[in-house]
């Protein structure tokens, strides 16, 4: 892997239209703290204005700039925490997952918890701590390149006991063995919150670098796993998904390795047309039956495609 540190503006970033696969990103939280350098807070900073709704315009303005650099088929990940202001919480995270989806026509896929296990103490007497934060998954278009089979989960119940939830050998309501057509061998897909424990940010001493707020090395280890591709293919630039084989078309020019720019983006390496996605998704949702296999199974979980000798797997 090789890394590339800019320095930049984040509202003008030197990177081309369209060059980014995916964008791991945890803007400064809004009045909590000023970031400095040799002493010196930095004028102008993200989370230093005088009103939330000022915070949120710029969030959505460099927001805008990272779909400029993005591409059709990349994802957008933001870590944003909220703030209290007279004894309620302000929905930061809320008010920005709403413009980013109305005003720049971004698609959110997913809202994903930050369960802390280790989180700060808090002294109220009268409500629940806080110990969770927001991710939200953000694309361009409804299909995008993604390799979840990479950050599976262990089944807590042993395959081939259907029936056996996780919680002490109880019965579960669906079934979860082999048979059941949700078992995946490779594990189950993530939930949508993920218990990770912060840590404090580790780098040489000759780099200067003080960071407070720091994300756990987890959190990019998971999201760069599941939504970057690997390799990419030199020739159409479609990404290669794990297990996946080279093809007829283009069997021996698979470029390996991941290429990072800065230390919240993801530099020039190229995944392809919306049409290569398409493609890539027919092979991986879709099985060509023989024809006297094509009787659909009353427990199946597929479905015919009307005048094709295809099923495609029920979403």
């Not at 002493?39 to 709704?53: F, H, K, R, V, W």
């Not at 002294?123 to 390149?145: A, F, G, I, M, N």
Request: hydrophobic share 35%; glycine share 10%; proline share 8%.
């Amino acid at each position: 892997m090789t890394l590339t540190i800019l320095r930049a503006n984040a509202l003008a970033l030197p990177l081309a239209d369209e060059s980014v696969d995916l964008v791991v990103t945890s803007p400064p939280y809004w009045s909590l703290r000023a970031y400095q350098d040799n002493g010196e807070a930095y004028e102008g900073q993200i989370g230093s204005e005088s009103t939330a709704a000022e915070f949120i315009d710029n969030l959505i303005a460099v927001t805008r700039e990272l779909v400029r650099v993005l591409k059709p088929s990349g994802s957008i990940f933001v870590n944003l925490g909220d703030k209290m202001a007279d004894k309620s919480l302000m929905l930061l995270p809320e008010r920005y997952r709403i413009r980013a989806v109305d005003e720049l026509g971004l698609i959110a896929r997913a809202v994903i918890v930050w369960s802390k296990p280790n989180g700060l103490p808090e002294s109220v007497t009268d409500r629940v701590r806080r110990s969770h934060e927001d991710w939200v998954h953000l694309t361009k278009q409804p299909r995008y390149y993604s390799a979840v089979d990479e950050i599976r989960e262990a089944h807590r119940s042993e395959p081939g006991r259907e029936g056996v939830g996780a919680l002490g050998g109880q019965k579960s309501l669906r079934p979860v063995g082999p048979n059941s057509g949700a078992y995946n061998p490779l594990g189950k897909l993530p939930g949508s919150v993920w218990t990770v424990a912060t840590e404090p940010l580790q780098v040489p001493d000759h780099l200067g670098i003080d960071h407070f707020a720091a994300f756990p090395t987890e959190w990019p280890r998971r999201i760069i796993t599941g939504w970057s591709p690997r390799e990419v293919c030199t020739a159409c630039g479609e990404g290669r998904r794990p297990g996946e084989r080279g093809g007829a078309r283009h069997p021996a020019r698979w470029a390996s390795g991941r290429h990072a720019t800065g230390p919240n983006g993801r530099g020039p390496s190229s995944l392809g047309t919306p049409a290569n996605l398409r493609r890539a998704h027919h092979h991986r949702l879709r099985l060509r039956l023989p024809r006297h296999e094509r009787t659909r199974h009353p427990r199946s979980r597929a479905r015919p495609i009307r005048g094709h000798g295809h099923y495609r797997a029920r979403r």
